[in-house]
């Protein structure tokens, strides 16, 4: 019966290193792609909008733009 309650133990702390892990991983990956966003946000917003023109870009598309480059399309 020991061993049974012990295989249990050893399982179920291994789903929890397991899930921990993994949500550690997805903080991580949220962290960098906020980073991307802002750091895209700060430049395009640094542009002039002689510049932006010249892209082919709005001001009001600067945050889509942005999220576009952190997390992909929303297609």
Not at 26 to 52: C, F, I
């Amino acid at each position: 019966m020991a061993v049974i309650a012990q295989a249990h133990n050893v399982t179920a702390e291994a789903g929890l290193r397991g899930r921990m892990l993994s949500a550690i991983q997805r903080m991580q990956e949220n962290r960098a792609r906020r980073a991307v966003y802002r750091q895209t946000v700060r430049e395009l917003n640094a542009l002039t909008t002689r510049d932006l023109d010249d892209l082919g870009i709005n001001r009001s598309m600067i945050t889509r733009l942005a999220h576009e480059a952190a997390w992909g399309s929303a297609q």
